[in-house]
């Protein structure tokens, strides 16, 4: 190793010491905790979508008036991991298993004289939903400590696919491609001890997702919605401090 790379080297390790250092006596740090919390979350849909409408295609195969989807509510696992800056404000981020979704058919309209998709399941898909938040928790550390988060949720769709219902509906093999999604997200909750070291937390958190729906039928006939998912969380979880 060169002279220069060495002093270099030790140059950006006393700039990021000092930065540290800045931010050390401008916030006032309680003794750091780092939590990782385990538990399951409930997700309920308050959708909010246009209906599918045919935008390219042989007019023929026009596309049943009023077709629409409702997701299903769904459950998860949940993971968190969070710090603590001070005795009240904290970062954290949540993960856990990406859920499995499904999506029934609504409405009144029937194909060929027969109600075919109504409550039937048309799509499925996988939704990779990571969030991080922004939390204040009031009261001191050891007591019952309800808290506020503000964050920003990233969704992305994956494994998206119609099922054979959703084929027959469509009209032949469908293709179906959901828009990722980001927005801001909330939550509230209530953080309980239960033992040194370890509490279990209850929260109920919403975050935006509005996603634009695409099918392609046959590779000609193509078919958009717009939809606001608008999902609340309902979580509980088990939580360790280290």
Do not use: W
Request: proline share 5%; with cysteine.
């Amino acid at each position: 190793m060169s002279v220069a790379s060495s002093s270099m080297r030790t140059r950006l390790r006393t700039l990021i010491l000092a930065s540290l250092s800045t931010v050390a006596v401008c916030v006032p740090l309680a003794a750091q905790a780092d939590s990782l919390r385990l538990g399951t979350t409930y997700v309920l849909f308050h959708d909010h979508n246009t209906d599918l409408t045919q935008t390219s295609g042989n007019p023929a195969n026009a596309t049943p008036a009023g077709l629409n989807t409702h997701v299903q509510p769904l459950a998860t696992l949940l993971l968190t991991y969070s710090i603590d800056f001070t005795d009240h404000l904290s970062a954290e981020i949540v993960a856990g298993i990406p859920p499995h979704f499904r999506a029934k058919g609504v409405g009144p309209t029937t194909v060929d004289g027969v109600r075919r998709y109504d409550g039937e399941t048309l799509l499925t898909g996988t939704a990779i939903t990571p969030t991080a938040f922004l939390e204040y928790k009031f009261f001191k550390p050891g007591d019952i400590r309800p808290y506020l988060g503000l964050g920003v949720n990233y969704t992305r769709f994956v494994k998206t696919k119609m099922t054979d219902a959703g084929a027959l509906v469509s009209g032949g093999g469908t293709r179906v491609d959901l828009s990722s999604s980001k927005g801001l997200a909330y939550v509230a909750g209530l953080e309980m001890p239960i033992a040194r070291d370890m509490s279990l937390a209850f929260s109920v958190s919403r975050f935006k997702l509005i996603t634009d729906v695409r099918t392609e039928t046959d590779g000609q006939l193509i078919r958009r919605s717009h939809q606001d998912l608008g999902p609340t969380l309902y979580s509980l979880t088990a939580g360790y401090d280290f």
